[in-house]
């Protein structure tokens, strides 16, 4: 079959991955606060005072919210070797399969054991995705437009969560189970498009040459890269260096998880860990997950549904700035513009709830995780500063959390290395999901100080510890952290904070697509004899 090198069109398709994250995050937020879905999974009984249904505790719902990104961490894991085996786009295949048949589950569950099951085998496909759709791109775009591609995962995740929001909140209006059956059902799509669509996308170039297809793997370079010209330039100088490497690495070959851990790769192992999980210690995925109980506390009242809406269209639209100019940007202006801002909406949230809240009266809510009622000009200004937090966010640590980790190893490990980090962010994600209901309940605002703190340690951490890795090669980028590798040595000892985003490479791209179009105007202009 016939494949597509568009790589606007490969990475629409292949960021669908990410979507389905987005799906599952709003498929429970604008959920839990329904009166069918506390009826259907009533754990609690009844309210002693109004007799309305109160659903499962906070204990059980942070783990049925939990169940998800747990079942994440063992598919990030999973996805290293999977990848490895059967390739970048055949491993997003099976993520999508995966998904189907956890939907299936959840849209039939009939109890919260098997709600959870469902949820857990959704995680799996979404922890193989969110690893190995980066990888994916990363090794099939050109350097100065990386960032741009790798960060439509991250504007997938926000058209995920805003589509199946308001897909919710319209059946929000349905009375009976079908207020929350149908829209989980309908989670099923996007993965049968995904699972569709890459039957007529190219496989990684670097992975077929990483298994001696280098025919392929040139051919699929030439389609993406030359517009079907095998000899133009930038093909026959990223064939070049993808050779090079893979012979380096050939020389070197030890491919386990234990190799991360290794003197050589710890540095950058330990930054792309810390890249995933300062990206759930934000609490921006605790935002989504229960912002429907932070806007009841603001006294939302019936429109607790509209107004987080309005946060998750800022989320999609706050996005769009990163795709554009995060490569122009870099990846440390980004990281540490966003982390400040955080700080400060954060800090903000917890000063206004700590003066001006009070607790609720008893039995007002049907969870202990609503601890404090704020009315109001406060309120207004909660409800502003998370906005704002958002819009932070969005355009900074939401891209780069995914455009990061996959830039920074070399080929052998890549796979592996990728879903490691991705599994460090579904374990906090998972942590953090179960912990914040009790966090709301017992310790109230300072929820909001103890995410404040993981912000400004961040800022810090990426200043002192993460190299700049924009508009480099993956194998330049490589070059920074090995002083074995080709062009190394002008990279040794310069400390993380003196790395800059050198955009030569944009020239040199630019040049070189203008002097083979020249060329070809030329040849198509020349007399014959």
């Not at 098997?114 to 922890?127: A, H, K, T």
């Not at 990483?210 to 370079?221: I, N």
């Amino acid at each position: 079959m016939k494949k597509i090198g568009n790589i606007y069109f490969i990475a629409a398709i292949s960021v669908i991955g990410g979507a389905l994250f987005g799906f599952d995050i709003s498929s429970m937020s604008a959920i839990i606060s329904t009166a069918p879905y506390k009826c259907q999974f009533n754990q609690q009984g009844n309210n002693p005072t109004t007799g309305a249904c109160q659903g499962p505790d906070d204990v059980v719902q942070g783990g049925i919210t939990a169940s998800m990104p747990g079942g994440s961490w063992l598919g990030a894991l999973a996805s290293g070797v999977i990848t490895d085996i059967f390739g970048r786009k055949t491993s997003i295949q099976i993520g999508a399969v995966i998904w189907i048949i956890g939907s299936i589950i959840v849209c039939a569950a009939q109890n919260i054991p098997m709600l959870i099951v469902g949820r857990i085998i959704n995680g799996i496909s979404v922890g193989i995705c969110s690893a190995q759709v980066p990888v994916y791109i990363s090794e099939i775009s050109p350097p100065s437009k990386r960032g741009r591609f790798i960060g439509m995962q991250q504007w997938a995740i926000t058209w995920g969560i805003a589509i199946m929001f308001f897909v919710c909140y319209g059946c929000s209006f349905i009375d009976g189970k079908a207020a929350f059956r149908l829209p989980w059902g309908l989670q099923m799509i996007p993965a049968l498009l995904l699972l569709l669509g890459l039957v007529v996308l190219p496989e990684s170039p670097r992975w077929l040459a990483k298994h001696d297809r280098w025919e392929e793997a040139h051919e699929v370079l030439a389609l993406v890269h030359g517009k079907g010209d095998p000899h133009a330039q930038l093909v026959v100088r990223e064939m070049a260096d993808i050779k090079e490497v893979v012979d380096f690495e050939r020389r070197n070959a030890d491919v386990s998880y234990l190799e991360l851990f290794r003197a050589k790769m710890i540095n950058r192992t330990h930054i792309g860990l810390f890249t995933q999980i300062w990206s759930q210690l934000t609490g921006m995925n605790v935002m989504m997950y229960y912002i429907s109980y932070i806007f009841t506390m603001t006294g939302s009242g019936n429109d607790v549904l509209l107004s987080s809406g309005i946060q998750f269209i800022i989320n999609v639209v706050m996005t769009i700035p990163a795709l554009i100019w995060l490569d122009r940007w870099g990846r440390r202006p980004t990281m540490l513009v966003g982390a400040f801002f955080m700080t400060l909406w954060l800090c903000i949230n917890a000063g206004l709830f700590a003066v001006y809240s009070h607790p609720p009266a008893p039995h007002e809510f049907d969870t202990a995780a609503i601890s404090m009622v704020i009315g109001g000009k406060p309120a207004k200004a909660v409800i502003a500063s998370t906005y704002l937090f958002v819009a932070s966010y969005a355009p900074t640590w939401g891209p780069v959390s995914w455009t990061y980790p996959a830039e920074l190893y070399p080929l052998r490990v890549r796979g592996k290395a990728v879903a490691l980090a991705t599994s460090a962010n579904w374990a906090f994600n998972f942590a953090l999901a179960y912990f914040v209901p009790p966090a709301f309940a017992n310790i109230t605002w300072k929820t909001y100080v103890l995410f404040a703190v993981f912000c400004f340690t961040m800022f810090w951490h990426t200043f002192f510890m993460f190299p700049e890795t924009s508009n480099k090669t993956l194998e330049e980028v490589a070059a920074i952290f090995e002083d074995e590798s080709p062009g190394s040595i002008k990279y040794i000892g310069i400390p993380a904070w003196k790395t800059h985003n050198d955009r030569s490479i944009v020239r040199l791209e630019r040049n070189l697509i203008s002097s083979e179009e020249k060329i070809g105007i030329e040849h198509t202009t020349t007399p014959k004899n």
